[in-house]
């Protein structure tokens, strides 16, 4: 009996911490599934641009631009290209605004860069913990959906009668939610240690944010120093006065030193003109989980010489190190990454179950008890679709967008994201207005061609013959696929 | 290596299924003993621990503990679609993934 109280208990629990912040979870993991593809989509988004370029070559186009353009700001930064990217960006700061602005650059040539303006992956990186909000609304939210996450996968192992013995099983009966439970059972049981870390490691991530109380006391202690003031010799309008050894010189080094396929990815000169001036050059990651294990090499802009790092070490910043490099992957070759994108899908496929699970048990409660619920049926059925198959159909047509805005058009990074907006606005009112299966079906329709055309366009702008765009057409051939499946199912069957 | 971890993790997964009656009947097509079946989680559990092995000595302790792990999820989910559609195919992907192993070892030599 004790058992039963137990087991109805977690059922309850996992029933509403699940469906409570369900449509941020499958948006976050919709997002943070393209995520792990970030520079990919840029590349895709981007098909003008060059690919794999040197990094050296870009680092000295980089600080011969940052000479011109800024020469007595005290700090530069430079984000180079590497083996994923061909992006490269220079940042730099003109006191006493602490905003850093920026440029980006052809790699190749030096110039300011012509390829198209966009946001590329970095937007779905955004919204996969922003949400679109303004700040900091965004990541609050992102956080208790993550411990929601956390609660829903703690009390859905107590719920589940058997959790080994089913691991495997799929049942592929007709009607009912026995196929629906299966395949939520078996995508969220197989990649559980997956979907712990990630929702575990998104808190960690984000720590200082909801509970920052430890910084604040290392900072009344002392013990934590202080941001830097913004100045610079470059305040008092003299110009840069020390500044004996050239960076160039230094980067070309270390470049050379570290060869191509793993180059400097980052570039940092700070308190440029003073004598307490630094070069950082920091390593393209590899090898390692933890962001932590990073490598970085620092050098005197006056002497030249290396500066030795004072080792920050301790339990607590080890594991934290570990998990912010889990969830960001950015460790991970081709294969490891597509298959951290497999889970994505299958997190993705999990809450969306989930969802789906929510209203077919309300609809057997519904038929049998009568009045009462109906609106709760109905707000939480239109909203799955809304989420469902409107916000993959809306980022179908931030794709469509890249391609069919004008590549000259002012704000047309801007336009883009409105494609998104607007495409989810039209997709949530359809969901609202129409029946539930025939919206289900026609938005499984509409986003069968959305996603099947993708290719298509691409190939008829400007896409190229390449490893990049074949992987891209592959997954967009099989969301099609995805997609026409289901709009042929709910077309075929007659309705529940 | 990479290859051969994950074809390790996919075979340990189907070890385990020939380990469970209702998947063994569907796929050897015959209800397994009480040995038989102990004999499979067995072996299940074996590979699982050569596929960790394979895991670490390619990418290291730290990615190759996440491989081991991410590997096993993917791999179950094809297995158990395989399962529902096809439980006669289920050995195909472990050979597809040997073999990627075998063509992706002789790639490397040659380069």
């Not at chain 1, 430079?78 to 490269?88: G, H, W």
């Not at chain 1, 012509?114 to 955004?126: D, I, L, M, V």
């Not at chain 1, 609050?140 to 107590?158: D, E, K, P, R, T």
């Not at chain 2, 679609?81 to 075998?102: E, H, I, N, Q």
């Amino acid at each position: 009996m004790k058992d039963t109280g137990f087991r109805n208990a977690m059922t309850w629990l996992h029933t509403w911490a699940g469906l409570l912040p369900g449509w941020v979870l499958f948006a976050i993991f919709v997002t943070g599934t393209a995520s792990y593809f970030r520079p990919e989509i840029t590349a895709w988004m981007q098909p003008e641009a060059p690919r794999r370029v040197s990094a050296l070559v870009a680092g000295q186009h980089a600080l011969a631009h940052l000479a011109e353009v800024a020469p007595d700001a005290p700090r530069w930064a430079i984000s180079l290209p590497d083996a994923r990217t061909s992006e490269l960006k220079v940042f730099w700061q003109e006191p006493p605004a602490r905003r850093f602005k920026s440029a980006e650059l052809d790699p190749q040539g030096g110039a300011e860069s012509t390829a198209r303006k966009t946001y590329g992956g970095e937007f779905f990186y955004r919204f996969h913990f922003q949400l679109m909000l303004p700040h900091p609304w965004g990541r609050w939210i992102a956080c208790f959906a993550a411990a929601f996450m956390l609660v829903a996968l703690v009390s859905g192992v107590a719920t589940h009668r058997r959790l080994l013995a089913d691991m495997f099983l799929f049942r592929r009966t007709r009607d009912g939610r026995r196929p629906w439970l299966d395949f939520h059972n078996v995508t969220a049981v197989l990649a559980l240690p997956f979907y712990v870390l990630i929702a575990y490691s998104a808190l960690v991530v984000f720590t200082h944010m909801y509970m920052p109380w430890a910084g604040k006391a290392l900072d009344a202690r002392g013990e934590k120093p202080a941001k830097p003031a913004v100045t610079g010799a470059v305040a008092g309008g003299e110009g840069p006065t020390v500044d004996t050894v050239s960076v160039d010189e230094i980067f070309t080094t270390t470049a050379k030193l570290w060869g191509e396929e793993r180059s400097v990815r980052r570039i940092d000169v700070t308190d440029r003109g003073t004598p307490g001036a630094t070069i950082t050059l920091t390593r393209a990651d590899g090898g390692a989980v933890s962001l932590h294990a990073r490598e970085v090499s620092k050098f005197s802009a006056v002497t030249g010489e290396p500066i030795e790092q004072a080792e920050k070490t301790g339990p607590g910043r080890a594991v934290g190190g570990w998990l912010y490099g889990f969830h960001l992957a950015r460790f991970a070759d081709p294969v490891l990454r597509t298959l951290f994108f497999v889970m994505g899908a299958m997190g993705t496929a999990m809450t969306g179950t989930g969802l789906a699970l929510w209203t077919l048990k309300r609809r057997e409660k519904l038929s049998s008890a009568g009045r009462g619920g109906r609106f709760g049926y109905w707000l939480v059925s239109r909203l799955n679709i809304a989420f469902v198959t409107g916000l993959p159909i809306a980022c179908a047509a931030y794709f469509w967008a890249n391609r069919l805005v004008p590549a000259g058009l002012a704000g047309r990074d801007q336009w883009e994201i409105n494609a998104v907006l607007i495409t989810w606005a039209v997709t949530a009112l359809h969901a609202f207005v129409r029946p539930e299966r025939a919206g289900w079906r026609e938005q499984f329709a509409v986003g069968a061609v959305a996603f099947g055309g993708l290719p298509l366009l691409d190939l008829a702008t400007g896409g190229r013959f390449d490893g990049l765009h074949a992987g891209f057409a592959a997954v967009f051939f099989a969301l099609a696929a995805f997609c026409g499946l289901g709009a042929r199912k709910l077309s075929k069957t007659s309705a529940a | 290596m990479t290859w051969l971890a994950i074809a390790l993790d996919y075979a340990a997964l189907l070890a385990f299924a020939l380990g469970m009656e209702i998947h063994h009947r569907a796929i050897l097509r015959r209800t397994p003993s009480a040995g038989r079946r102990l004999a499979w989680k067995t072996a299940g559990a074996l590979l699982l621990v050569l596929a960790l092995i394979a895991a670490i000595g390619t990418q290291g302790v730290a990615v190759g503990l996440v491989l081991w792990f991410v590997a096993w999820a993917g791999g179950g989910l094809v297995l158990t679609l395989l399962l529902a559609w096809r439980p006669r195919w289920c050995w195909l992907p472990a050979v597809a993934l040997m073999l990627s192993g075998v063509v992706g070892g002789v790639c490397a030599a040659g380069v």
